[in-house]
């Protein structure tokens, strides 16, 4: 696999990779949005365009500034690749950088909430052009082979945690096993399956929202499938 979060298809990676890179907004588990490497947008009043205002000063791992031309360089190789993030961009007919911090994406129909099409990590522009990507982002975290340390000029402020060491683990049966002995303190539904694992008597099973969704269509007619499937939606915590 890799470590380019934009082209891994390991769960644990994409977790991991989550405190290292950083897309424009984040969705929330109510639906609504999170600025985090957007400073603000503005939505055309025919729905099809979007035009994003970076964050002024946000630095990658390495030291250079964050610019509308990394975006450019992101959406490029997610739109020529079978990146899971591909779906996101499908209906996106043109990208353009009107300056450094400004950004215009265009669609070709209304989109409702645009922002939340906009949630994939951004990478550094030509970081994956050879075959040694190396993880720098623009996140709480830079890593450090077996170990993630907290990044001191973080743009939303230095992370409570200074140092989150990695476990390379060989298989699932093992991550468990270390997860039940306290070796590490988290474990990912990715490679635990919930509904069969009891976790350890302190585990705390913490759900999180991904921009991921499933869409439900029935005949309007279709009144025995409908109203369970309503109830049990407003039932939801």
Known sequence: DTFNPIYSTSPTVISLMGFVFEPLFSVNEDG???NVLADSYT??????????????????HDGSTFICPDILYTIDKIKNSNSRYKSLLKTTTDVMAIDYNTLKVTFD????????????PIIKGYSADSGDFKPIGTGPYVFNKDKLDAYDTYHNGLAKISVVKINNVPDSEKYISLFNASVFDVADSG???MKTYTPRSKANVMNYVSNKMIYV?????????KRPAFLAIEKLP
Do not use: E
Not at 43 to 58: R, Y
Not at 217 to 224: I, L
């Open 191 to 193: 490679i635990i399956d």
């Open 43 to 60: 939505v055309s009043p025919d729905g099809k365009s979007i035009v994003v205002k970076l964050k002024q000063n946000v630095k990658w």
């Open 32 to 34: 609504t949005t999170t």
């Open 109 to 120: 129909k209304p989109t409702p909430n645009p922002v939340a099409l906009l949630s994939f």
């Open 217 to 225: 269509g029935c005949a309007r007619d279709c009144v025995r499938i």
